[in-house]
């Protein structure tokens, strides 16, 4: 090995190093500099603990709003060739790119009080602003994108001649999604719920805009840390700590289960 070629390596290696230590430290960082008895005593704090509930409570309720309504979107737009997809396809992947105080603002104009929705909807005393059903709104809206993209990738990887020799066989076009098409993009779909879900419980600006930050009310663990700061930064880490820790558990557990999932497929 030529001396340039090893220099070209050890410039590699140091690269990789600095690149890696970037993304990790600051995490890691949440966990190591304060002690683990301290930052579980923060935890204690009605501020962290009504946080938690909020964030669980709605994160589920995202999440299966999602998974719903997207899947069958995911699919067709997966096996389907129609006028404006490509438009669609655009418009689909805008909250990715939108800044979320942008979209905040956008829920605002549009079910708001004085919104293009809203208006109509106070008439029939139904107020969505500043409520847990804005943090809802909020987190589908940032979230599924995520889901929708690993549901598409995961319908587009099936061969069509599998579908194909089902319908063959007399299967019925939905009983074939079911026993099918669902089993085999099952390791896809659960990487998307899980990147999705950890999306929704860090989801920060369009919930503050579109619905505030009351505690007990429409404050997840992201604005309950930005409020801890201002008075606790010890909360703030612990609040941190927490979330990061459900949020690897929750990547963890689907990583477990989607080597399960292609290690069944690999042995039928």
């Known amino acids: 090995m030529s001396k340039f070629r ?40 009605s501020l962290a603990y009504q946080a938690l509930i909020l964030s669980v409570q709605t994160s589920i309720i995202s999440i299966l709003f999602i998974v719903v309504f997207a899947t069958p979107l995911a699919y067709r737009m997966a096996k389907t060739e129609f006028p404006g997809k490509k438009v669609l396809e655009v418009f689909l992947k805008m909250p990715i790119v939108a800044p979320t105080a942008v ?58 001649q599998l579908l194909a020799v089902s319908r063959t066989l007399g299967v019925s076009a939905s009983m074939t999604f079911w026993r099918v098409t669902i089993p085999l993009s099952m390791p896809g779909l659960l990487s998307g719920v899980a990147l999705s879900w950890a999306l929704a419980l860090g989801e920060f600006g369009a919930t503050m805009m579109f619905a505030g930050n009351m505690p ?9 840390i ?14 941190a700590a927490l979330l990061l820790t459900v949020s690897f558990m929750l990547l963890l557990l689907v990583g477990l289960v989607d080597k399960y999932m292609r290690n069944k497929i690999a042995a039928r």
């Not at 109509?120 to 943090?135: C, D, K, Q």
């Not at 007990?216 to 309950?224: H, W």
């Open 103 to 160: 979209v905040g603002v956008g829920l605002l104009l549009l079910f708001g009080q004085r919104g293009l929705l809203g208006e109509t909807l106070s008439v029939y005393g139904v107020e969505i602003p500043f409520t847990a059903i804005a943090v809802v709104m909020a987190q589908i809206f940032m979230a599924s994108p995520f889901y929708l993209n690993s549901a598409r990738q995961a319908f587009e990887a099936i061969d069509d």
């Open 226 to 239: 930005f409020t801890a700061m201002e008075s606790d930064a010890d909360v703030a880490v612990a609040i």
């Open 6 to 45: 090893k220099i070209g390596q050890f410039i590699l290696v140091l690269f990789i190093v600095v690149i890696v230590a970037y993304l990790v430290l600051p995490l890691l960082s949440v966990f190591i500099t304060k002690s683990p008895v301290l930052l579980w005593e923060k935890l204690s704090d």
């Open 216 to 224: 007990g009310k429409t404050q997840t663990l992201p604005l309950a």
